[in-house]
């Protein structure tokens, strides 16, 4: 096919051959130039714009994969959001599987993809927080896709229950009722940020998180809101950020939300991390104490670095002699402590950086699940010098964890590769890695 102009914008076609590690069609045109193209799959002969660095925009599928399904959501292809509703949830499976498997062969270490296993999610309805934008002139959503100063105004999100969805989007209706005013950071002018709505999803309690500049919030947003359990504002005065977070305060309701993971209850607050498909942490949890019970090892003595509020700790403490959880976050480490019973494990605020060694030079097993940026170099090096018995290390985002699993094979040996799909219609996968001395 020739190229053709339309209003400036040269249009191609392109053959699509693998996907990127954003999730991305990875394609040729007919003239030999290669281009990355959202919302496509491999096999597919699709009709694409130009854009510059290699990006092209999807305008028709001449040749369809079969494997390719119609998007649930009205928004989607514009909201940022999802990635992969154009894709059957058995499919997406497989290419999480191929693309971690790519990620260590190019780091030298051969795998094969479809020996992985994945644990499934339900495909919608799975998330238990979303950050939701407002934005300066009164949008509601989330950022348009590829472009942060743009926000998609959303009529529904199927990674909430729509009864949560309709919670969220009926405080939106009140704050525009209330005439109350929106940040915008172009002109400095203060007002609301974000809207946080976190939810246990196996006990139903559900928090409202108001990110605002300092200002004075009505009641009236959340009166009568019978399934709001817990409402903090969380100030943000720096108008040259827009980070979805701030200094808490508590507003209304109870001081967390509770979530049940097992036969343990945990108190979550405003600000801590907790895994964002408890319905597959659960999982998660579960294949991590299979493989310190497989491992046979006794006496054994936990550190758990980047531990948050104490999920894999408190969940696998039967399992310890003794432990120590270390994390940066005082509110988390507070609620750690809170969370832990009748258990031999302590909680300390303490950078990962700064490792106390003589906590390290008492543990053998190690449970780590850094941050997506990953560990610090220095973190690194401390694990490479002790020699745990077993590592069961976490990651949120393969691509960097699949670099520093191959730093520690130097001195460990990789004994499994599981995947859970945390995130279903995205790229994006949770991988635990077992390596042990």
Known sequence: MSQTNIKNQTIRTANITELDA?????????????????????SERVE?????????????????????VEGRCRHFMNCGGCAWQHIDPEYQLRLKRELVAKRFQLNGVDIDAQSIPIVSSPPYHYRNRMDFVWWYDGRFGLRRRGKWHSVVNLEECHLFPDDVMEVALEINRRVHDAGLPFRDGKRELRGLRYLIVRRGVFTGDLMVNFVTDPMELPSSLWDGLDRVTSVYQLINDNLKNDQSDGIPFHLAGADAYRERIGEHMFFVGPRSFFQPNPMVAESMIEHAGGILDLSGRTNRRLLDLYCGIGVFSICLADRFERGWGIELSDEAIAFAKRNVSDSPIEFFCQDAIDLPLDIVSQTNTLI???????????????LLAHPFRDIVYVSCKPAKGVEEIVTLMDRYSLRSIHLFDQFPQTPHVEMIVHLSS
């Open 22 to 42: 954003k999730g991305r069609g990875v394609g040729e045109t007919e003239t030999g130039g290669k281009v990355f193209v959202p919302y496509t799959l491999p």
């Open 48 to 68: 694409v714009i130009r854009q510059p660095r290699k990006q092209a925009d999807l305008t028709q599928v001449l040749e369809a994969s079969p494997h390719r």
């Open 368 to 382: 780590v699940d850094p941050p997506r940026e990953g560990l610090h170099p220095r973190v690194l090096k401390t």
